[in-house]
């Protein structure tokens, strides 16, 4: 089974900057797939936050267009969310996947951001 693991969490105040990484057990996993960043804020659902397709295509939430910018290096297989201009209403845990594995419930730890002052 494929293991995503996320990093480059952190604690910031708002207006901070944060990046995150997404790498694969299996190295061609994040260059063939759509793959997404979701987030868990305390006490609330998980919820969708970015997706960027296998062609290099992005999609956002309208909660973090202009600030959030999703990338993936095929080089490297890495997936990347660079967050800009943080928010308290950004803390929460953040976590990569595909499509397929978050409907069948696999995640992994995912990565802690927190924002306050």
């Known amino acids: 089974q494929v293991q995503l693991v996320e990093s480059g969490g952190g604690s910031v105040q708002p207006g901070g900057s944060l990046k995150l990484s997404c790498t694969a057990s299996?190295?061609?996993?994040?260059?063939?797939?759509?793959m997404t960043w979701y987030r868990q804020a305390p006490g609330k659902q998980r919820e969708w936050v970015a997706s960027?397709?296998?062609?290099?295509?992005?999609n956002y939430a309208t909660f973090v267009k202009g600030r959030f910018t999703i990338s993936r290096d095929n080089t490297k297989k890495t997936l990347y969310l660079q967050m800009n201009s943080l928010k308290s209403e950004d803390t929460g845990v953040y976590y990569c996947?595909?499509?397929?594995?978050?409907?069948?419930?696999?995640w992994g730890q995912g990565a802690q951001v927190t924002v306050s002052s």
């Open positions: 960027i397709a296998s062609s290099g295509t992005p």
């Open positions: 299996l190295d061609i996993f994040i260059g063939i797939y759509e």
């Open positions: 996947n595909t499509a397929s594995r978050a409907m069948s419930g696999i």
